[in-house]
């Protein structure tokens, strides 16, 4: 089940707010890439580092090229490659 996430993220200062948001999408962003079958890093962040952990972590592909990406139908599994 997908659930959507909506309210105020309000806090004392722009900071805790921003940091408080960031959070947020951090926890969304791994829920979501927990889904996956592969990851394509198209760029290096503290958090598209978390997301390469939890899919390396699960034995699944991490791809830095788009042509490396097989393709087929949306039902077969990627090929392991990392």
């Known amino acids: 089940m997908l659930i959507a996430i ?11 707010r921003r940091h408080n948001l960031d959070a ?3 926890a969304i962003s791994l829920t979501l890439v927990d889904q996956c079958e592969a990851i ?6 503290p958090g598209a580092k978390r997301e390469q952990e939890l899919i ?6 991490i791809y830095t090229d788009v042509a490396d990406i097989p393709m ?11």
Do not use: C, D, H, W
């Not at 394509?40 to 962040?45: F, H, N, Q, R, T």
């Not at 390396?56 to 592909?61: D, E, I, Q, T, V």
């Open 6 to 16: 909506a309210g105020p993220y309000s806090a004392e200062t722009t900071e805790q």
């Open 24 to 26: 947020l999408n951090m």
């Open 40 to 45: 394509l890093v198209i760029g290096e962040s």
């Open 56 to 61: 390396r972590s699960k034995g699944l592909p």
């Open 72 to 82: 087929g139908s949306a039902s077969q599994s990627p090929q392991r490659v990392t």
